[in-house]
């Protein structure tokens, strides 16, 4: 009995190892993300290992190309590694492109504040941050004039509640947003209202320092707010789109508050009426 033997058709190594590259990739970044939101190892090392891991998806994203160009030409199998490797690439690459495209014509600043005259000032956070991350001083007149030009909506909040109103409003949003609060207090005896809190970035869980300070003003109040990254020179925005958030969301807040009414004042009891007294007829 004649047996028949079939060749298996050859698959691209181009698109094997696109595939393989891909999948290291795709671990690598999520291995990388958990470290850095663990706090694990030092931001450093853990960031770099984010940017090769993205490295290689690029590198798998050309070999993927290249692999279709092989398989036209000499009808190998390996459309699907390919197309795996396409799909994991473009996956992860697909939000860090889009924050570069988006981000750049923003300035390089990494701290904004609604007060650049008057910043407020890191306290309790100025002791625990690391030695390495920036500088806790705001970075001075260059700065402002950049924030200015990029962000002209950032501006001090004013409000016609009263300070501690204002305080009480500030805190439910930081309590809603879950940051980290690292110090708070009240204003009272004519103390400014500060609460610091640690806010995390959405997907690398990158810690991002934050300061609303409330000050009286008149019969009103007077709310400033400073967001400043820990590490690197540009924020890619986050911190202006924190601060806009923050200045809309106090202000519902705010809004929102039922203002104190006075204790309504006791009626005075009006004394009965005496009932008339009734004429004796004339007989």
Do not use: C, H
Not at 54 to 71: E, G, H, K, N, Y
Not at 218 to 237: K, L, P, V
Not at 251 to 258: H, L, N
């Amino acid at each position: 009995m004649l047996r028949r033997y079939i060749a298996d058709e050859p698959t691209s190594r181009l698109a094997i190892w696109a595939r393989r590259t891909a999948l290291f990739s795709l671990i690598a970044t999520i291995l990388a993300i958990v470290i850095v939101r663990s706090g694990l190892l030092e931001f450093r090392p853990a960031l770099a290992t984010v940017g090769g891991a993205l490295a290689f998806s690029a590198i798998a994203l050309l070999l993927a190309f290249a692999a279709f160009v092989v398989i036209w030409r000499e009808g190998l199998i390996g459309i699907g590694y390919s197309l795996t490797a396409i799909g994991i690439a473009i996956t992860l690459l697909a939000y860090p492109s889009y924050v570069a495209l988006a981000s750049y014509r923003l300035p390089w600043i990494y701290d904004i504040t609604t007060d650049p005259i008057d910043p407020p000032r890191f306290e309790a956070l100025a002791r625990i941050r690391p030695r390495d991350a920036n500088p806790v001083i705001y970075a001075g007149l260059s700065a402002a004039e950049q924030q200015r030009n990029a962000y002209p909506e950032i501006e001090t909040l004013e409000q016609e509640a009263t300070a501690q109103a204002s305080y009480e409003a500030a805190l439910a949003v930081v309590t809603k947003r879950k940051w980290n609060i690292v110090a708070r207090r009240p204003p009272e005896r004519g103390r400014e209202g500060r609460i610091e809190a640690v806010a995390r970035t959405p997907i690398m869980g990158l810690r991002e320092d934050v300061v609303i300070r409330i000050r009286s003003e008149g019969q009103g109040s007077r709310i400033d707010m400073r967001s400043s990254s820990r590490y690197g020179s540009f924020d890619f925005g986050t911190n202006a789109k924190r601060v806009l958030a923050l200045i809309d969301e106090i202000d519902d807040a705010v809004g929102r508050q039922k203002p104190e009414q006075p204790p309504a004042a006791k009626k005075a009891k009006a004394p009965p009426a005496k009932a008339p007294q009734s004429q004796p007829r004339n007989r």
